[in-house]
Structures are given as C-alpha cells and as structure tokens.
C-alpha cells in the first residue's frame, strides 16, 4: 500500500513549456485533491475531484487543467508555464464519505521552478 | 485575508522548551484539523477536534479547541528536534461536492539541540 505518489519529485520549466503532474493513489479513494503551497501562504486548492469523470475548480485553478478518467490517477496539467506557477504542488486523497473529520493523506509533493 | 490566522509564523527554541501555536478565525467552524509538515514532505494529520472545549493529547503535544469553535491552540511540552516542522491548522469548507481544507498559513518551528 503506496498511499498517495507523485512524479516526478522535482521539475524546472521553461516560460511556455507545458507539463503533466502525476499522482496516484491505491487507497480507492473517490475524493483527490491538488494543492500548491507557497512560502508563507498555506496550501490553495487547485482543482478537486469527488470520483472518476467529476471534477471542479478550487480556489487558484487559472493555468492549470484536470482529468479523472479513474480513482487511482488525478493528473494536473499547465499548459503554459508561467513564473507565478513556481511552487509546491500537493495531491491528497480522502475516503469516499468526504466527511469534515476525514483524515486528507498527502503525496510527497512536486517542487516546480519555471524560468 | 487569510480565514484562518495563525500565530507566531515562525519559532525557534531550545530543546526541553515549552511553547504554544494558536489558530484563529473570525468563523465558527465544526471541525478543525492540525497537520505537521517535514522539509521535503506532504502535510500528515496529527489531530482532529469536533467538540467546543475539547481537549486531546499526543504524547507531549496537548490540541485544545475553543469553546466558541473559533479558535485553536497546539501546546508541545519539552520540545524535542524531531519536533521540528511546519505545523497547520484547517477547518473544512463545503463545495458543490464534498469538502475541501482551508488551511493558514502554518507556524514554523524549530527546535534547537
């Protein structure tokens, strides 16, 4: 039991370069997240997924694009990179019930630099 | 603004040294969460409290939740280096489907050997 992973762990972009971040999780959990973190800000939700073929935006979901075509994968797209996109990003599952008192469990996290 | 404010944003002391974070809101909120972050690590839960004037303890950590539901306070008794980290509150906000964490903006700290 992996819990929640992601790839790759670090990344330098190009302004205009696109990419792919990956996470998985083998929890069979319905509810993923994905987050970005920034120095002295918390975490902001990106994009959030309530099962496979549902998805909607969060707080900061400019730049970034989302799919979930299975339980396990919950993919996050930039299609151009810019240099506010430079961050930390989080993906995290939780239990299928999405109560409030859900535990979230976090991936390692994506430390992305675009330049 | 920032929904949940948490205070101070960064500590640093010596080891065996007390200390306490506190989290606050102008909400009340149902449930608030307390995460621990470690360099190079997603967040991990380490508490959830439901209940206004709720108390819960982890070993040498002591969780309290305010009795108006608006505001939380992490005590950590003889702080150890392991101790070391960036620690966050959240509540849970709900959305068109399911909940989503709000989160501060953490305090970080960092215990001295």
């Known amino acids: 039991n992996a819990g929640v992973t992601q790839t790759p762990k670090f990344r330098i972009l190009k302004i205009g370069q696109s990419m792919t971040l990956q996470c998985a999780q083998d929890?069979?959990?319905?509810?993923m997240y994905w987050y970005r973190q920034d120095p002295g800000m918390g975490l902001k939700l990106i994009y959030y997924s309530v099962g496979a073929g549902i998805t909607d935006k969060g707080e900061v979901p400019n730049g970034y694009n989302v799919s979930r075509s299975t339980t396990e994968y919950f993919p996050l797209r930039l299609e151009l990179a810019a240099p506010s996109q430079t961050s930390v990003y989080f993906c995290?599952?939780?239990?299928?019930?999405?109560?409030?008192?859900?535990?979230?469990?976090f991936g390692p996290g994506t430390r992305l630099t675009v330049l | 603004t920032q929904l949940l404010e948490q205070s101070p944003q960064f500590l640093s002391i010596q080891e065996g040294e007390n200390l306490t974070v506190y989290c606050n809101s102008s909400s009340v909120f149902s449930s608030l969460q307390w995460y621990r972050q470690e360099p190079g690590e997603g967040p991990v839960l380490l508490v959830t409290?439901?209940?206004?004037?709720e108390v819960k303890k982890l070993k040498r950590l002591t969780f309290q939740f305010g009795d108006a539901r608006k505001d939380s306070s992490l005590h950590i008794t003889a702080a150890q280096p392991g101790d070391t980290g960036l620690y966050l509150c959240a509540l849970a906000a709900f959305m068109e489907y399911g909940n989503k964490l709000v989160f501060g903006a953490g305090t970080i700290l960092r215990v001295k050997s």
């Open positions: 929890m069979n959990h319905n509810y």
């Open positions: 995290a599952s939780i239990p299928s019930s999405g109560f409030s008192t859900d535990t979230q469990y």
């Open positions: 409290v439901v209940t206004g004037g």
